[in-house]
T-cell receptor, first 111, second 109 residues
């Protein structure tokens, strides 16, 4: 089993749909992250969880709703998204403040 | 504001050496990371610098000068598989990672 897995790998959804992205880490890390990656732009940190507690929310619109039931699983619930939300969504984990390990990402297209 | 600057794109020849620069202006400094990201794949960790100087790891080396707000990633004996984007990230005083937009490296035969 690879370190950080994400499902689905690709997702196309309409603006009125509700969907969820899933991330799972098998590294025994305590921190998990959601990032948005758009072409030619820096990674945008969305949410940070440490030992299941949300420690950062970088002014993310409420149409993105994270959930962290335990230190190994992280979800991103999506509803009423906009076309500009189309991007690659990356999950990462780390042990404390050490290097982050990334999942392969979910390529999201909002139509 | 906080800012990380990297060249958008660089081209180099197989077998050669290339240096990718990163300059930063952040509120505090608690380490600098380099990541490699192949197209369509996840970023993977390459190196970490927190003290001034050069860290060598096989064909890859990373240098840091905290007084100049400057780092570089040096890739030697370039191979075609090194074609990727290279991301620079700095941890600020709040231990938050600030990311650069990445440098796309194209290797030509």
């Amino acid at each position: 089993e690879t370190g950080v897995t994400q499902t689905p790998r690709h997702l196309v959804m309409g603006m009125t749909n509700k969907k969820s992205l899933k991330c799972e880490q098998h590294l025994g890390h305590n921190a998990m992250y959601w990032y948005k990656q758009s072409a030619k732009k820096p990674l945008e940190l969305m949410f940070v969880y440490n030992f299941k507690e949300q420690t950062e929310n970088n002014s993310v619109p409420s149409r993105f709703s994270p959930e962290c039931p335990n230190s190994s699983h992280l979800f991103l619930h999506l509803h009423t998204l906009q076309p500009e939300d189309s991007a690659l969504y990356l999950c990462a984990s780390s042990r404390d403040i050490y290097e982050q390990y990334f999942g392969p990402g979910t390529r999201l297209t909002v139509t | 504001g906080q800012n990380i600057d990297q060249p958008t794109e660089m081209t180099a020849t197989e077998g050669a050496i290339v240096q990718i620069n990163c300059t930063y202006q952040t509120s505090g400094f608690n380490g600098l990371f380099w990541y490699q990201q192949h197209a369509g794949e996840a970023p993977t960790f390459l190196s970490y610098n927190v003290l001034d100087g050069l860290e060598e790891k096989g064909r890859f080396s990373s240098f840091l000068s905290r007084s100049k707000g400057y780092s570089y990633l040096l890739l030697k004996e370039l191979q075609m598989k090194d074609s990727a984007s290279y991301l620079c990230a700095v941890r600020d005083s709040n231990y938050q990672l600030i990311w650069g937009a990445g440098t796309k490296l194209i290797i030509k035969p």
